[in-house]
């Protein structure tokens, strides 16, 4: 398995400013993953980081507006930029793909609230 | 594309009892992987239970098992002996075996899971 470090939990911040969400994984990870949780609803995949290469976005999601590192194997930030209270969401890093096992891991999520 | 398709936004049990989660999807290909995902108030996702299209045999987990019908595509969840720790969100998931970027999941609706005591 993998424990995932997600910070911060949780954010309240201004319309127009920028937040950058931390995720820290305990062993080596080819790809990590950021999705978003809107209220109430399913999640939705925005990107994938690789090390070592430009995130991949999905239909949607852009990389002005969701900037993504991956400066190596254990950590990648996600900044949500520009921020509007549309973008008030749950945001979760995953890993997966750990030792042959199949499933994803997942941090503990971000809420962000967007006033 | 892959679709997932929950058509339950919330079910309600009560504790002791047995309530089945339904989940359609929609794909072209053979060979993936399937997931119950519980998310409960903490927002933190447990994975459940996990079935291999090309097993026949339902996984099952203690009090967790599916129904897994490839032909029908349907991949519903049974929770027996409910109890009040299993009120939470519960996401069906696909994961494509035939292309690269493998550990990408397609998430269902959700369906809220009440227990009354």
């Known amino acids: 398995s993998a424990v995932i470090s997600q910070k911060p939990s949780r954010d309240i911040c201004q319309r127009g400013t920028s937040l950058t969400i931390q995720c820290q994984v305990d062993?080596?990870?080819?790809?990590m993953f950021w999705y978003r949780q809107q209220p109430g609803q399913s999640l939705t995949l925005i990107a994938t980081?690789?090390?070592?290469?430009?995130?991949?976005?999905e239909s949607g999601f852009v990389i002005d507006k969701f900037p993504i590192s991956r400066p190596n194997l254990t950590f990648s930030t996600l900044t949500v930029s520009n921020m509007s209270p549309e973008d008030s969401s749950i945001y979760l890093c995953?890993?997966?793909?750990?030792?042959?096992?199949?499933?994803?891991?997942f941090g503990q999520g971000t809420r962000l609230t967007v006033v | 594309a892959q679709t997932v398709t929950q058509s339950q936004p919330e079910m309600s049990v009560q504790e002791a009892e047995t309530v089945t989660l339904s989940c359609t999807y929609d794909?072209?290909?053979?060979?993936?992987?399937l997931f119950w995902y519980k998310q409960p108030p903490s927002r933190q996702m447990i994975l459940v239970i996990r079935?291999?299209?090309?097993?026949?045999q339902n996984a099952t987990e203690n009090r967790f098992s599916v129904n897994f019908q490839k032909a029908a595509k349907s991949f519903s969840l049974k929770i027996s002996d409910s109890q009040l720790g299993d009120a939470a969100m519960y996401f069906c998931?696909?994961?494509?075996?035939?292309?690269?970027?493998?550990?990408?999941?397609?998430f269902g609706t959700g369906t809220r899971l009440q227990v009354f005591p």
């Open positions: 998931a696909y994961r494509t075996l035939e292309s690269y970027n493998t550990d990408k999941l397609i």
């Open positions: 995953s890993v997966g793909d750990l030792q042959g096992l199949s499933e994803a891991f």
């Open positions: 079935q291999e299209a090309y097993k026949q």
């Open positions: 794909t072209s290909e053979s060979d993936y992987y």
């Open positions: 062993s080596q990870v080819t790809m």
């Open positions: 980081a690789n090390q070592g290469s430009e995130a991949t976005y």
